[in-house]
Structure formats: structure tokens, C-alpha cells
């Protein structure tokens, strides 16, 4: 389970959810699907997806497989990491919980968030959650010499090229790895 499919003659990338008997497994699709069809053979990589990590992968647009989609050329990454990984144990986890300043004053007040801590923000569309992301980014970036990674899932294209523009113009790009999903593709 897990391990990455190649379909030949493709660029298609199929991830293995279920073994189903006789050779026969489950799959997803991680990009678009054009071209696929019955009886198309597939190799099994033997490894689960993986990506690049890294400061390479700073002011990097790149999708879930780890392909750059910002035509600046490949991740130069010293580092690939598989996509599904165990999670830190709780010794290798830091045991303060120390608040991180965020500069948005309605967070700090009601949400506060943890140091190294995840955030996730859900919405509808346009009630601006990638707006409060960008905040958080800059104020980070700024204020704690931090670094983010923002994973845009079901971003329209035009929000994704707005959020890398406006990363840009803010001076933080080199602080910030950007992963897209947009909502025209499977998963």
C-alpha cells in the first residue's frame, strides 16, 4: 500500500490504496487522468511518493508530487522525502508550549497557535482564508525570521498566482515553499 504505479507510455502517477487479490490493487490518481484506459501496463515503483525537502524548496511552487509548476526550472533539493511517514515520537517532540505571536490580534486573543505547530485555516470561497495566510506568512517571516510551507488545496489558479505575487513583492518569498492542488484536478 502506498507505493507509487508509473502507467507506460503516460505521465500519469497512480498511488496504491487497497490490494484487492490477484494482482489486482486499488489505486488514485494524483494528477489528471487523459490517456488512461483498460489494460494499460503499470509499473510499481517499489517506493511510496516522494518530495523534495529542503531549502531548495523555498520560494518554489510545486504540486503534490513535488514537480516544480513554476517554470523555474527543477527543485534543486539536497533531500526526498516519502509523502507518508511516521509521525515524530513523543520524545523528538518539544514538550513547551510556548504561543507564537502571529501579529494578527484577533488570532492571539482567541486562537492562539503553539511554536512549530500545523495551522489549517477552512472556508467557503472568498471569506479569506489565503489572505489571513498571507498574513501569517509575512508576520513570520518578519517578525521570527520563521519559515512556512503553504499548501493551497482546491486553489483557484488565479488565487495561487496572487498569493506567489504577493509573497514576492513582500520580500518573503525565499521563506516560503508553495504546494498546489487547484480545484480543476483529482487529488
Known amino acids: 500500500v502506498y507505493h507509487a504505479l508509473k502507467v507506460e ?13 490477484d494482482g489486482v490493487v486499488r489505486t488514485i490518481a494524483l494528477g489528471s487522468t487523459d490517456g488512461l484506459k483498460r489494460n494499460l ?8 511518493i516522494s518530495v523534495p525537502v529542503g531549502a531548495g524548496t ?17 527543485v534543486q533539493a539536497s533531500d ?20 507564537l505571536e502571529t501579529g494578527i490580534k484577533v488570532i492571539d486573543l482567541m486562537c492562539p497557535f503553539a511554536k512549530g505547530g500545523k495551522v489549517g485555516l477552512f472556508g467557503g470561497a472568498g471569506v479569506g482564508e489565503t489572505v489571513n495566510m498571507m498574513e501569517l506568512i509575512n508576520n513570520i517571516a518578519e517578525a521570527h525570521s520563521g519559515l512556512s510551507v503553504f499548501a493551497g488545496v482546491g486553489e483557484r489558479t488565479r488565487e495561487g498566482n496572487d498569493f506567489y505575487h504577493e509573497m514576492k513583492d513582500s520580500n518573503v518569498l525565499d521563506k516560503v515553499a508553495m ?4 480545484m ?3 487529488p
Do not use: F, K
Not at 507510455?9 to 487479490?21: C, D, F, R, S
Not at 501496463?41 to 511510496?48: G, I, K, Q, V
Not at 510545486?62 to 523555474?72: C, F, H
Not at 504546494?179 to 487547484?182: D, I, K, L, P, R
Open 9 to 21: 507510455g503516460t505521465a500519469i502517477t497512480l498511488e496504491v490504496q487497497q490490494q484487492l487479490g
Open 58 to 74: 523555498l520560494g518554489r511552487i510545486m504540486d503534490v508530487l513535488g514537480r516544480p509548476i513554476d517554470e523555474a526550472g527543477d
Open 80 to 99: 526526498h522525502w516519502e509523502i507518508h511517514r511516521a509521525a515524530p515520537s513523543y520524545e523528538d517532540q518539544s514538550s513547551s508550549t510556548e504561543l
Open 184 to 186: 480543476n484536478e483529482p
Open 41 to 48: 501496463l503499470a509499473t510499481n515503483t517499489e517506493r511510496a
Open 179 to 182: 504546494v498546489y492542488g487547484q
